[in-house]
């Protein structure tokens, strides 16, 4: 079993930035490959970013590449997602995942809570 909690949401102003931290509890973290969605009102969750469980390599959507960034600290059993340059449309629920198998985190085994991200303009 593996819980995941996330924190960092809040309300910004576009142009502004956020940090989302998603802290893991659980057995063996460091082999899971690590995830972001995110999901507003109405709409489908969607994919954000996603980090390898080496943090080898990274993916991100085309709607965010060049202002989000993931990161993991396997140490302290904690991924990241630093959000600058923050638009309107970022606002969403913002969720982490943890995949067992796929360094894309297609197919996730566990779920956050999410934590709400909303950027005024």
């Known amino acids: 079993q593996v819980q995941l909690v996330e924190s960092g949401g809040g309300l910004v102003q576009a142009g502004g930035s956020l940090r989302l931290s998603c802290a893991a509890s659980?057995?063996?973290?460091?082999?899971?490959?690590m995830g972001w969605f995110r999901q507003a009102p109405g709409k489908e969750r969607e994919f954000v970013a996603a980090i390898s469980w080496s943090a080898g390599s990274t993916y991100y959507a085309d709607s965010v590449k060049g202002r989000f960034t993931i990161s993991r600290d396997n140490a302290k059993n904690t991924v990241y997602l630093q959000m600058n340059s923050l638009k309107p449309e970022d606002t969403a629920v913002y969720y982490c995942a943890a995949d067992t198998g796929d360094a894309r985190v297609r197919t996730p085994d566990y779920w956050g809570q999410g934590t709400q991200v909303t950027v005024s303009s």
């Open positions: 659980g057995r063996t973290f460091s082999s899971y490959a």
